[in-house]
């Protein structure tokens, strides 16, 4: 089969497309054909093998150890392994292969309890551009009640255009930050408010909200702490605007934010993104009763992953980029 592969850490420029062995399907694995992947911030991270703590979580100290990069996919099951109870032959899932990696191919091997039926609104494309940033906006809003005051720093980028959706449809009035050329966007996702960053900084307007999801990591704890009102809620997750050659990059915001959680009143929330079928299975109903539709800014073919990574990587995307196979 066809796939992006990758030997050693760099640019996208070490993203070789290749033939490789396909998978096969054992035990309570399935194994799907994939129509449409996704890329994530989360794929150059690991293609760059940056920050370089990160290398000591598993991904690889002086290579990277999984070779085929990409995480989210959707596409129609080809096989199944004998375990297998809760999909067959031809029916289409979409999926969040974690840090296993291997959507950048034609097909992948995974255990079923990865995956969950497409939701049956979306195309493949639409699908595969949910898994990972879907999964981290409905977490960081779990919390959100309805009437409160959420606002969304990064609202334009793949996890920024769900959360906007999805704090809408939990009963939030909903504030997303972004540059001057994607304000029109935010809006139509349906944002109360809309502010440009290069013309206002949220942390010093003397506007309060409920909720803080930071998507991006460019104000320190106690700029967006003046953000919030008393006892609200701030949400960490990713740090778009990090570029690389650090020791630990987007990941010293958080560790900070561990490190002051017991002394301030204030909540500071470190988002996690461990793999959960409830949560796919939680958007896959959010998509169909309308919660949410999938922004997509450009796709590109399998044989042109690198060209989509350095565009996620250095053209600050908006909304999800996908890959169609």
């Given at each position: ?123 493949f494309e639409q699908a ?89 990591g460019n104000h320190s704890?106690?700029?967006l702490r003046r953000a ?98």
């Amino acid at each position: 089969m066809k796939a992006v592969v990758q030997h050693r850490y760099g640019s996208p420029d070490v993203l070789e497309f290749r033939d490789v062995e396909p998978p096969a399907a054992s035990g309570n694995e399935i194994l799907v054909r994939v129509h449409a992947a996704s890329v994530n911030a989360y794929d150059w991270h690991v293609m760059r093998g940056d920050p370089y703590l990160a290398r000591l979580t598993g991904i690889g100290v002086t290579a990277p150890r999984r070779k085929i990069r990409g995480r989210d996919f959707a596409g129609t099951v080809e096989a199944v392994g004998r375990d297998v109870r809760r999909f067959r032959p031809g029916d289409e899932v979409y999926g969040d292969l974690g840090a296993a990696d291997g959507a950048f191919a034609e097909y992948v091997c995974v255990s079923e309890d990865l995956v969950e039926a497409k939701p049956a609104n979306l195309t493949f494309e639409q699908a595969a551009a949910v898994p990972l940033a879907g999964h981290t906006a409905l977490k960081g809003l779990r919390d959100v009640q309805p009437g409160q005051h959420v606002l969304v720093n990064g609202a334009s980028g793949g996890v920024g255009t769900f959360a906007v959706q999805i704090a809408k449809s939990l009963g939030a009035t909903v504030t997303g930050v972004c540059r001057t050329r994607n304000t029109e966007l935010v809006a139509s996702l349906g944002a109360d408010h809309v502010i440009d960053y290069t013309v206002d900084d949220f942390t010093r307007n003397g506007t309060r909200y409920d909720l803080v999801l930071d998507l991006v990591g460019n104000h320190s704890l106690t700029a967006l702490r003046r953000a919030l009102t008393p006892g609200g809620t701030i949400v960490l997750s990713g740090g778009g605007v990090f570029s690389g050659g650090s020791l630990v990059g987007p990941m010293w915001l958080m560790i900070r934010a561990k490190l002051l959680v017991p002394f301030v009143r204030d909540r500071l929330l470190v988002l996690t993104t461990t793999l959960d079928r409830e949560i796919l299975a939680a958007l896959r109903h959010l998509a169909e009763s309308g919660g949410f539709t999938p922004v997509i800014d450009r796709t590109y073919s399998l044989e042109e992953v690198p060209e989509a990574v350095r565009y996620v990587e250095t053209e600050h995307a908006r909304a999800k980029v996908v890959i169609t196979m």
